[in-house]
Every structure is written in C-alpha cells, then in structure tokens.
C-alpha cells in the first residue's frame, strides 16, 4: 500500500511515506525532482471507496520524491488525472467538472471554468495554450486560451472517454468503454474512430510523437502503433490485471 520508488529502473522498490493516509490516484514527474500525486482520503460512511464525500489531496515533493508536502485538501480536489508542462505550469481535473491549474509549482491553485457538472477524468495539454480533456458519455472538451474557456465538442459516440492525449493543438486521441479509440486532426471539431478489434474498455492513452503510441486497458490490455492509429496492433502485457495509466519513461514508455 501507499507509494512506492525505484531508483534502478524498476528492478526493486522502496515504500515512501508522503505523510497522508490516503488512496493514491495518480503520480506524475515534470523532472526528476518535481512531482505531484493525486490522493483521495474516504469520509466516514463511504466505506473506503474514496467517491462520493471524499477529501481530494494534492501532494508535490521537490527532491525527487523523498519527501512530499500537502499543497491542497478538500472535497473541491477529488482529482482524476494530471498533466504537466513544466515545473511551474500544471493542470488537474476531476469531479463535477473541476480543472484547476497552477502557473508557481503548486503554491496556488486556480478553478478553471469548464462550464459542466459531469467527472473530467482525464487532461492533457499540447502547449501552454492548447489542451483537451475528456469526461463521461462520450463528452470532449477543448481549450485554445490556456483553459479560461472550455468548448463542448463533438464525438458522436455515448461510450465514456477514459483518457486523452494532445501531440498538438490540432492531433489528440481519446480512448474509453468498449475499445474505443477517437482521433482528431483539426483540433476536435471532427472525430474519427480507429479500431483495436477489443471490447475491453481502454483507460489510458500516450503518444511519443504523431506516429507512435501506447493504449492500455482492462484485463491487461496493450495496443502499441507505429502509424499514428491506423492499425493498433496487441502488445505483450504482463497482467491480466485492469492497467489504469502510461507514462514516458527516461528512455522509453511505461505502463
């Protein structure tokens, strides 16, 4: 239980007290010593699920993760993903349609308006200006002004849209229920659907560029391309587990 460092590429771990007892949501590095985790502490009578009544925590370590302090804490923080520019520039979504972001590393935290009740579960911005984010019933949200306005977009689909990923302000996947994978070319005023011949629902998306990327999923599902979406190809995967999120590592992507 609670978080977890390797500092020899994975082959051992060492628990780390970040000082919280809390369910552990998300981590995410900008560097190797500024980092962030999105932690949820269940109220009483919520019998430990971390959902309705929760307390959102969002904790930041400066040294590589040795140590880590609480930058905020309370209902309004239940958080579901992060995305990180750079040390200083951070955005987190999640419940109710909450987007907040920090331009100082954390020290303040500003709400965005998005302008909708339902769960941002995921977040991801192309530049300091350009980001997307996706929410339940197929729901897509766009950004051309560093998240001061949000705009409702199209995808003609009701499937839930897990995770989303921007390699521009024009290229972005979503991914969600029932393998679903979306792709845009024009900055989400259309959506096309890809195929990964899986009903599994897809939970995380990554790009390390316009042509290379990483889907995960349910029942340890892992689809890799090399072509940019146009054919998903399965991966070797070591669980049979629900894989919930990818990362790029130092030399190549993670799950």
Not at 205 to 224: C, E, L, Q, R, T
Request: glycine share 14%.
């Amino acid at each position: 239980d609670g978080a977890h460092q390797s500092n020899d590429g994975g082959k051992t771990w060492t628990n780390v007290d970040i000082g919280v007892e809390a369910d552990l949501y998300r981590v995410s590095f900008a560097d190797a010593n500024n980092g962030w985790i999105l932690a949820r502490k269940a109220s009483a009578g919520d019998g430990g699920r971390g959902g309705g009544g929760a307390t959102g925590v969002i904790l930041k370590t400066a040294d590589g993760g040795k140590t880590w302090n609480e930058q905020a804490s309370g209902p309004e923080y239940v958080m579901s993903d992060i995305t990180i520019l750079d040390s200083q520039n951070v955005y987190v979504s999640g419940n109710g349609g909450a987007v907040f972001n920090t331009k100082d590393g954390g020290n303040e935290w500003i709400q965005q308006d998005t302008s909708i009740v339902w769960d941002i579960v995921s977040i991801s911005f192309a530049d300091s200006m350009n980001g997307f984010a996706s929410s339940t019933g197929g729901l897509l949200l766009r950004t051309n002004d560093g998240g001061a306005s949000w705009t409702r977009l199209t995808s003609y689909t009701s499937y839930d849209a897990k995770g989303i990923f921007a390699v521009s302000s024009k290229k972005a996947w979503a991914v969600g229920n029932y393998g679903l994978i979306l792709t845009t070319d024009d900055g989400g005023d259309t959506w096309n659907s890809q195929r990964c011949y899986s009903y599994d629902n897809l939970n995380a998306v990554y790009f390390a560029d316009a042509n290379h990327g990483w889907v995960v999923g349910d029942s340890g599902k892992i689809f890799a391309t090399t072509d940019g979406g146009q054919t998903w190809n399965s991966a070797s995967s070591p669980t049979t587990g629900n894989l919930r999120d990818i990362q790029k590592g130092d030399r190549k992507s993670v799950v």
